[in-house]
């Protein structure tokens, strides 16, 4: 059985490698401590629900999204990192993150954009839509993101009717079919977490940064040894992956 200070090893070493991504495996221990530092950014005041979603769909054809050929993307989707919504109910906050800071594209800034400047009821009504086009195999995991979002106060229970409950793919398709999104929620925020504050003139459209000082400044004081082991990689991951200067041990 390897011990937590193995699997941060393999972490630092491996995000030095070329197709590795280290943001798909790092997030799971992010996750535990964005709520805190998302909340400690000043000028914004959160104070977020406890439920958050990750990967979190954004249809295509809600925000306008084309494809090369200059087609809409219609029931397509990208995901954002993370939705919160603060515990008011009315706030959504969209949370992307970055390992390294040169991984944000213009693409992905656009539809970011996009989705700053779309109604959030609209966004909820796309997630409905994409359930309603999934074909049957993969409709059972997006029940479970509805139920989640009933859960978060984003979508209703009408006649108490949970998403998660409903076995029977017709119903539940009619359910998201008659649903009427919530209304009366502000623009969303969009947040990005990433290593350094470099390049951050390129976020100006944007709500906000948490750097991964910023993170380790949100870890607990008294740490076990999986809170040890983040802080000390974060302070590894502000280097760029790839650099010759440190083996990228822990």
């Given at each position: 059985?390897?011990?937590?200070?193995?699997?941060?090893?393999?972490?630092?070493k491996?995000r030095?490698l070329?197709?590795y991504?280290?943001?798909?495996?790092?997030?799971?221990?992010?996750?535990?401590?964005?709520?805190?530092?998302?909340e400690?950014?000043?000028?914004?005041?959160?104070?977020?629900?406890?439920?958050?979603?990750p990967?979190?769909?954004?249809r295509?054809?809600?925000?306008?999204?084309?494809n090369?050929k200059?087609?809409l993307?219609k029931?397509s989707?990208?995901?954002?990192?993370?939705?919160?919504v603060d515990?008011?109910?009315?706030?959504p906050v969209?949370v992307?993150?970055?390992?390294d800071?040169?991984s944000?594209?213009p693409?992905?800034l656009?539809?970011?954009?996009?989705?700053k400047q779309?109604?959030f009821?609209?966004?909820?009504?796309?997630?409905l839509?994409?359930f309603?086009?999934?074909?049957?195999?993969f409709?059972?995991?997006?029940?479970?993101l509805?139920?989640?979002?009933?859960?978060m106060g984003?979508l209703?229970y009408?006649?108490g009717?949970?998403?998660?409950?409903?076995?029977?793919d017709?119903k539940a398709l009619?359910l998201?079919?008659d649903m009427?999104p919530?209304s009366?929620?502000?623009k969303?925020?969009?947040i990005?977490v990433?290593?350094?504050?470099?390049k951050a003139?390129e976020?100006d459209?944007?709500?906000?940064?948490?750097?991964f000082d910023?993170?380790?400044?949100?870890?607990?004081?008294?740490?076990?040894?999986i809170t040890t082991?983040?802080?000390i990689?974060?302070?590894?991951?502000?280097?760029k992956a790839?650099?010759l200067?440190?083996?990228?041990?822990?």
């Open positions: 059985m390897p011990s937590v200070a193995e699997v941060f090893q393999r972490l630092n491996w030095h070329p197709a991504q280290l943001e798909r495996r790092a997030d799971i221990f992010i996750s535990f401590y964005l709520k805190d530092a998302l400690k950014i000043p000028e914004l005041d959160l104070h977020l629900d406890g439920i958050f979603i990967e979190f769909p954004i295509g054809g809600t925000i306008g999204a084309v090369k200059g087609e993307q029931n989707s990208a995901k954002v990192d993370y939705l919160f515990k008011t109910r009315d706030q969209f992307e993150l970055k390992t800071d040169d944000i594209s693409e992905q656009k539809y970011l954009n996009q989705v779309t109604e009821g609209n966004l909820t009504k796309g997630v839509q994409i309603q086009s999934t074909q049957k195999p409709r059972n995991k997006y029940k479970h509805l139920s989640d979002m009933q859960a984003l209703p009408p006649d009717r949970d998403f998660i409950k409903e076995v029977d017709k009619w998201a079919k009427e919530i009366g929620f502000k969303p925020l969009v990005f990433k290593p350094t504050l470099d003139d976020l459209d944007f709500d906000g940064i948490v750097t910023d993170l380790r400044d949100s870890l607990p004081d008294e740490k076990d040894e082991m983040l802080s990689a974060l302070g590894k991951w502000k280097v790839g650099s200067d440190q083996d990228g041990s822990a």
